[in-house]
């Protein structure tokens, strides 16, 4: 799977918010903002294939947490961006 490169993320007022590149990203009632370990997450695998197992790695590694937490953190991570309909697969 990877991030749809139409959505790109900027700094507004001190957050970083996931928008629609284009003529699309003038609707800002949906503002999908990032906390700082979903912003690492998007910054390290933003323009290529990734796996959950990809993801977990990351997480584990940077965080230094045990396989079984980085394995449901990113499931859920992943999750939420299916479901705000940010991937391409």
Not at 3 to 12: A, D, H, L, Q, S
Not at 37 to 55: H, K, N, V
Not at 78 to 89: P, R, V
Request: with cysteine.
């Amino acid at each position: 799977m990877k991030i749809n490169e139409k959505y790109k993320v900027r700094e507004m007022a001190g957050e970083h918010v996931v928008i629609m590149q284009g003529h699309h990203g003038k609707d800002l009632t949906k503002i999908i903002s990032l906390n700082e370990s979903a912003l690492y997450l998007w910054r390290a695998i933003e323009g290529r294939e990734f796996t959950i197992e990809t993801i977990a790695e990351l997480l584990a590694e940077h965080y230094g947490i045990d396989d079984e937490i980085a394995q449901r953190d990113a499931s859920t991570w992943i999750s939420k961006l299916d479901e705000c309909g940010l991937l391409e697969q």
